[in-house]
């Protein structure tokens, strides 16, 4: 393991850990090391009291108009995502009727060639078709833990799936319909309908630079995991860009527009889906002209075994495993720490299936003695930065917050 220069670290009081640890019923190892800005995070684990239309009952409910659903981080253990276990994240209410031999797609656009509407079969008949495993993470994943609150669904940390996607390219549907010299963003709209009920107000219409939408993995699809996409996750037809905040991967697909501009559909402008362009102390309010669009996510890293609460055996050697993703990069290391991040021991890390698919991690770890325990996780990007191991810089929506993943067990 190697060491870490802890001199400008503030430790939580003594008498604080104490008084946890007399309700843990069990001595804080380590708890020397214990940061300030940090509360223990407990051994008990959060019980679901509902469910979701088509998801299991296990997915943790923050919101049901519109629905929107995290998955407990040990379920996400899979490499692949099943679908039933896959977060959601709607703005509006999704589509009631489903037709789909009149279901269309149209391209159209200030910088298109020319317009032209698809019908699914079209897409499917005439294009080649391609399968990736694509990681999707919400912007707002962990913004529960960002002080002062940040506005918005309190994710945890399970706002994150990677699943396979079939269907075809958006960049050869795109050359299919012409794009002009002028083309510099996409933008997507669906068939939901605004919480309002009104039929003529968008709910989002958010998109990305055409470099972006030209890319391999950017897909126009109609299948996760071989199956048809669950409804409350786009059936029939979505967008899928891995990397970036699944904000951008339009769901309910009907129709894409090319822009010789930035896209200015609902929820691009303002603060939504942006982070300030400068650091700013909590609590700011920053006016929206020093916004900036959010665009690859940061890297970041999960623990799905063990799960808050396990109890490890004497002298036990036990697997601590998860994943790991870096928005549009690779990553390099990841690192568990058992002592508070004072030392941090290497994982090995597997590669990813394809470009912008979560990557495997797997160490194993044996306590040293009895006692409360922690365990940090902390993956590392291929350009060498780091997750940090407290919450990122704040900002106004609780966006991109992508400190180390903690979760507790006791050695008895």
């Known amino acids: 393991m190697d060491k870490k220069n802890n001199s400008r670290r503030n430790f939580i009081s003594k008498s604080a850990l104490a008084a946890f640890a007399a309700l843990a019923g069990t001595k804080i190892v380590f708890g020397e090391n214990f940061p300030s800005e940090l509360e223990p995070i407990g051994l008990d684990e959060l019980e679901t009291p509902e469910g979701i239309p088509g998801k299991s009952d296990a997915l943790t409910i923050l919101n049901n108009k519109p629905w929107n659903a995290e998955t407990p981080p040990h379920l996400l253990d899979p490499e692949i995502t099943p ?12 589509p009631t009727e489903y037709d789909l031999e009149k279901w269309t797609l149209t391209i159209e656009g200030e910088a298109a060639q020319q317009k032209k509407t698809y019908t699914l079969k079209k897409l499917y008949d005439n294009f080649a078709h391609y399968t990736y495993d694509l990681t999707l993470e919400c912007g707002g994943n962990g913004r529960g833990e960002f002080n002062p609150p940040a506005k918005g669904n309190q ?15 958006l960049k050869d549907v795109l050359n299919d319909v012409g794009l002009k010299s002028t083309a510099a963003y996409i933008g997507y709209y669906g068939a939901d309908t605004h919480l309002s009920g009104d039929s003529s107000k968008v709910v989002i219409s958010r998109g990305v630079p055409i470099q972006k939408a030209m890319e391999d993995e950017s897909l126009i699809a109609w299948a996760m995991n071989g199956e048809a996409i669950p409804k409350m996750n786009g059936y029939p037809l979505r967008l899928v860009m891995g990397g970036w905040p699944a904000s951008v991967s339009g769901k309910w697909l009907t129709k894409i527009v090319i822009r010789d501009k930035e896209h200015d559909g609902p929820k691009m402008g303002g603060q939504s889906y942006r982070i300030p362009k400068y650091p700013v102390p909590p609590g700011t309010k920053v006016p929206d002209e020093d916004m900036k669009i959010i665009e690859s996510m940061p890297v970041k890293s999960i623990i799905t075994y063990p799960k808050t609460g396990a ?13 790991a993703w870096a928005g549009d990069l690779k990553v390099k290391a990841v690192m568990v720490s058992i002592d508070f991040g004072v030392t941090w021991q290497k994982c090995e890390l597997n590669p990813p299936k394809n470009r912008l698919a979560w990557q495997r991690w797997k160490t194993r770890i044996t306590l040293p003695e009895f006692g409360y325990y922690e365990l940090w996780a902390r993956a590392i990007d291929e350009n060498g930065k780091g997750q940090p191991m407290v919450l990122p810089g704040w900002n106004p929506k609780g966006y991109l917050n992508n400190a180390c993943h903690r979760l507790a067990v006791k050695q008895a």
Do not use: D, Y
Not at 83 to 94: D, E, H, Q, S, T
Not at 155 to 169: E, M
């Open 155 to 169: 994710w945890g940390l399970g706002g994150v799936a990677c699943t396979r996607w079939t269907g075809v390219r």
């Open 311 to 323: 109890i490890i055996g004497k002298g036990q050697s036990f697997e601590v495993r998860g994943h």
């Open 83 to 94: 679908a039933n276990l896959m977060f959601v994240r709607n703005n509006g209410i999704p």
